[in-house]
Each structure stands twice: as C-alpha cells, then as structure tokens.
C-alpha cells in the first residue's frame, strides 16, 4: 500500500506518538508512507526567517529503526497566524501533488489539516480514514479561531469513510460530533515490550541527577502544556519538608520557562530537575529511575477531558504506578483497579505520593503489568493494516458497480 498522512504539527521534532509507531510498523512491512506536516513549535525552535520554503526529508524514523518515512513540509509563513492561513494555502497544493505524484491507495488525516485531506480524497476517489488523538480544535492556540476548528471537525467527519479513535470516550465524542457509530472505530495505543522493557536499570540516571536510594522519585515526561499541572506540583514541592521527595521532568514546552523560574525562586536544583528533551531511546531509562509517574493535569481542561496520552502506556509497561487526576477518558480507559491512582487536583499529587509505601506500590506495579500485557505494536498494527485494506478494497468494489 501507498499511504498519504496529513497532519498539522510537527512529525520530526515531537516525541513519538500513535501515529508514528504506526507507520513506522506499516513501512518496516513494506509499505510506502508519506507525511506532510507542519512546523507547528517555529516560535520557540527552528530557524528564525519570514517564510520557509518546502522541505522534503527523507528515510525518516523515530522509534523502530530502518523504518523509511518520507516527511514534506510544505512552505509557510513564520508570522503569528498568518502561518496557519499561509498553511492551509500550502498543504492544500502539496496534498493535490502528493495525489498526483506518489498516488497514494488511501489518505489518513489528522487534526484540523483532516478536512484538507478529505476534501481531496473525495474529488479523487480515494478512501479517507479521519484519525483522532485528541480534540483538535481545543488545542488551536487562537481561541478566536476554535469555532472555526469545529465546523471544520464536523464537516471531516461526513467525508471519511472510516473515523478512528484512540478510546473509548474519544470515540463517544465523535459520535456525538456527528460520526456514524458504523464507521467509528477505536484503535488502542500499542507497546513496543523490547524498548520499554521493566528489566532496564535506572541506577545510571539516578547517579547521573544525584538520587540516592532513599530518594523517592516522581517523573513526568512530555510536552510541558501550562495545562500540565506541574507547576502546581513544584509549588507544593517548594512547600513539602521533604528534601527526599524529587520531580524529574523531561520534555519542553510552554511551562518550562516558568518551571525554571520555580525551581531558582525556591532553590528546588536538587529536588525539580528539569531534563529538557531527551532522545527517544533513552526514555525508558528515564522512566526506570523512577518510582511513580504523573499525569497532574487540570481536569478542567478541555484538551485534556476525552483522550489518553500514549505515555501512560508505557509507564505502565516499566511496572510504574501512576498518579493522575481524574480525567475522563484516562477513568473510562483504566478504571479504578489497574494501577492508577487518582487525586482531584495537581496540588493533591504529592500528599497521595506519600501515602504510597512500599506494599501498596508493589500492588500497583502489579496490576499496571497485569493491564497493559495485550498491548505490543505488533498486534496493534495487524489491526490498523487490516482496516486499511478493508477500506481500500470497499472503495474498490463501489467504484467498480
């Protein structure tokens, strides 16, 4: 198969998620992928100019090596939100020479570049497969422009002739939006068990930041939205009479400044370590140091309300309790007995840490095992490719009668 993939942020640069180890597994069987992206984070990183031409990488991989994605970004302007106009101008005229030049057998699309990509695979006949993995138009850093992202999402929806989830409330949202429950379909987040293996040593990272064994380490490891909650969590750090409770974050993002600013207000160098981004094949050594991981985020948010970060996944194949806020789709996903604790808000994060001694957290290292065994890649991707298939050949048939 040949696989067209649009999307509006960034493939290179961000840590892999769904999609990613997706076509990476489809290229590594043989099939042909190409994405088109965007240079979403340009403000904080990249080159500094006005207008960035077309760039085409190619032999592309993230997390499984000798997979070949071939990425296009088409050009754009560097302007605050005249590079969102500029770029629905440029993946539309890239998406019609994609289709004329690579030919693709069917078109994935992601996030509000979605509607883009079904519109052209309509005039074109090819099938189009709408993916979620969050709810895109609450992520649009112009709120002005959210209802706008909406429409668009209800309009993708009547195009696709399949929509994909990666929940099960994602999936009650969409149907909600407007999506067929016949076409709608969830797709669960998969494990790669030989990289995130609960064997690996942490003791190297834990030397590396100073951590004795006494130490009781949380980590947190992603983009650092100011809807993260860490801050909250570092603030009641900086509060805590407790200088062998620690908060190890990597990742980068809109929080980090302020982060930064916590840590030297409160004199937190020891106890907040702020990793910044590390390569993908070290994070499982990061996760291994630890003794609990966080998802603090505000349970107000609507960004947050109806999906689950692929990361909990793979803490919990490190054997790792987690401690989340009660979000919905992350309750509907893992329940109240699989590993999870819940707490209400961010702030309330390290008082459930401290309740957690030895015998409870042995427990839940058990049952996140015990949860997450049924999710390999392997199994994940036979699914994905067998839905590909089926749609390609649906369209087949229709264009045929």
């Known amino acids: 198969m040949k696989i067209l993939i649009v999307q509006s942020s960034d493939w290179l640069k961000r840590n892999p998620v769904q999609h990613h180890h997706l076509a990476e597994m489809l290229s590594l069987r043989g099939h042909k992928i190409h994405v088109i992206d965007f240079e979403v984070i340009w403000r904080t990183q990249g080159r500094r100019e006005v207008y960035s031409k077309r760039k085409v990488f190619k032999n592309v991989f993230k997390a499984h090596e ?10 754009f302007l560097k302007i605050p939100l005249l590079d969102f106009i500029s770029l629905a101008f440029s993946q539309k005229k890239e998406i019609d020479r994609q289709i004329r030049e690579f030919t693709p057998n069917v078109i994935i699309g992601f996030s509000i570049s979605a509607y883009l990509a ?10 189009f497969i709408y993916y979620w993995i969050d709810v895109s138009h609450r992520l649009i850093p112009f709120k002005l422009l959210s209802p706008i992202g909406w429409v668009l999402e209800r309009r993708t929806i009547k195009l696709a002739n399949k929509v994909l989830t990666i929940n099960e409330k994602l999936k009650e949202y969409v149907i909600e939006m407007g999506a067929s429950p016949r076409i709608t379909h969830v797709l669960k987040a998969g494990i790669d068990f030989k990289h995130f293996d609960k064997n690996i040593n942490g003791n190297i990272i834990r030397k590396q930041y100073g951590f004795t064994k006494d130490d009781f380490v949380l980590f947190f490891m992603g983009w650092l939205y100011q809807f993260s909650g860490l801050k909250e969590v570092a ?7 407790n200088s062998k409770i620690k908060l190890l974050i990597v990742g980068e993002g ?9 840590q030297e207000k409160y004199k937190l160098g020891d106890r907040l370590i702020l990793a910044g981004q590390k390569p993908y094949s070290q994070i499982p050594a990061y996760i291994a140091a630890s003794d609990i991981c966080l998802l603090p985020a505000y349970t107000t948010e609507k960004v947050m309300r109806d999906i689950v970060p692929m990361k909990m ?9 987690i401690i989340s806020t009660r979000l919905k789709g992350v309750m509907k996903e893992f329940g109240e007995n699989n590993g999870v604790v ?11 840490a401290i309740e957690l001694d030895k015998t409870k957290l042995k427990n839940l290292e058990i049952k996140v095992l015990n949860f997450v065994r049924k999710y390999s890649w392997a199994n994940i991707t036979d699914e994905f490719e ?16």
Do not use: C, F, W
């Open 66 to 75: 000798h997979a070949k994605i071939t990425v296009i970004r088409p050009s």
């Open 118 to 127: 079904g519109r052209a695979a309509k005039r074109n006949h090819i099938p």
């Open 235 to 241: 603030l009641e750090l900086a509060r805590l009479n």
């Open 254 to 262: 809109d929080a980090y400044a302020e982060l930064q600013q916590i």
């Open 313 to 321: 996944h793979e803490y919990m194949s490190m054997g790792k309790p």
């Open 342 to 352: 819940y707490v209400d808000k961010p702030e309330d994060v390290l008082k459930k």
């Open 386 to 401: 067998e839905i590909l298939k089926e749609i390609i050949e649906e369209k087949n048939a229709a264009l045929n009668r």
